[in-house]
C-alpha cells in the first residue's frame, strides 16, 4: 500500500528555521515525482515546486523560488521542506503528493503538516 | 503559467439532483487535468485525471468532460457524503501544476 507519511505539527517564531518531512513506503519512491502543496487557513491549493529523489530534479513554482527548499534522501525515501526564516504569512497546512509520472496526476496524498508561526 | 479558474464559488444543490462543475484554463491543451476532493480536516483525494478517468474507488455518480479550455466535473446524482471542495489541476505544463481556486458543493 502506498503511504506518506508526513511529520507532525509544528508552531515557531518569525524568523526561525524549519524543516518538514515526508517519508514514503509502499512504493519505489526514487522513480515518482513528490511535490509539496500549501493551504493557508480556509484557502485553497497551492502547487510550491517538485522533486524527483531519484536524481534530486527540483522545480520550484515561481511563486514560491527562493522562499522554501526543497530536497530528498532516497535512501531513507524521505523528502523534506525547510524554510530559512519563517514569517507569519508562512502559516498554513503543507501537503507532500506524488505525481504518477512527469505531466502527470497527483495520486497519493500525505496527512499535511500543520505549520503555525507566530511571536 | 497556466491560470484555471473554476466556477461557480459555491454550487447548492438537493440530494438525488445532478451537480456540474467548471474549470477554464487560459490555454488549449488536450486533457492533462485531474480534479480533487477535499473533506474538512481532511488531505485532498483524487476523483478523476486524464480529464475523464476515474479513479480507483470513486463512485460511478462522478465523471470527467473536457479538453481544449474547458472541463467539467458532474456529480450525477447528489449524496450527502459529497458535500467537500473540491479542485481541478492542470498538469499539462509545469512547474507550476496550478490548481483552480475551488469549488464548494453544499447540500440543500
Known amino acids: 500500500e502506498v503511504q506518506l507519511v508526513q511529520s507532525g505539527g509544528e508552531v515557531k517564531k518569525p524568523g526561525e528555521s524549519l524543516k518538514i518531512s515526508c517519508q514514503g513506503s509502499?512504493?519505489?519512491?526514487?522513480?515518482?515525482?513528490i511535490a509539496w502543496v500549501r493551504q493557508m487557513p480556509g484557502k485553497g491549493l497551492e502547487w510550491m515546486g517538485i522533486?524527483?529523489?531519484?536524481?534530486?530534479?527540483?522545480r520550484y513554482s515561481p511563486s514560491f523560488q527562493g522562499q522554501v527548499t526543497i530536497s530528498a534522501d532516497k535512501s531513507i525515501s524521505t523528502a523534506y521542506l525547510q524554510w530559512s526564516s519563517l514569517k507569519a504569512s508562512d502559516t498554513a497546512i503543507y501537503y507532500c503528493?506524488?505525481?504518477?509520472?512527469?505531466?502527470?496526476?497527483?495520486?497519493?496524498w500525505g496527512q499535511g503538516t500543520l505549520v503555525t508561526v507566530s511571536s | 503559467e497556466i491560470v484555471m479558474t473554476q466556477s461557480p464559488a459555491t454550487l447548492s444543490v438537493s440530494p438525488g439532483e445532478r451537480a456540474s462543475l467548471s474549470c477554464r484554463a487560459s490555454?488549449?491543451?488536450?486533457?492533462?487535468v485531474a480534479w480533487y476532493q477535499q473533506k474538512p480536516g481532511q488531505a485532498p483525494r483524487l476523483l478523476i485525471y486524464?480529464?475523464?478517468t476515474r479513479a480507483t474507488g470513486v463512485p460511478a455518480r462522478f465523471s470527467g468532460s473536457g479538453s481544449g479550455t474547458e472541463f467539467t466535473l458532474t456529480i450525477s446524482s447528489l449524496q450527502s457524503e459529497d458535500s467537500a471542495v473540491y479542485y481541478c489541476q492542470q498538469y499539462h505544463n509545469w512547474p507550476p501544476a496550478t490548481f483552480g481556486q475551488g469549488t464548494r458543493v453544499e447540500i440543500k
Open positions: 522533486i524527483f529523489p531519484g536524481d534530486s530534479d527540483i
Open positions: 490555454q488549449s491543451f488536450s486533457s492533462n
Open positions: 509502499g512504493y519505489r519512491f526514487a522513480s515518482y515525482w
Open positions: 486524464r480529464a475523464s
Open positions: 503528493a506524488r505525481h504518477q509520472g512527469q505531466q502527470e496526476h497527483i495520486d497519493y
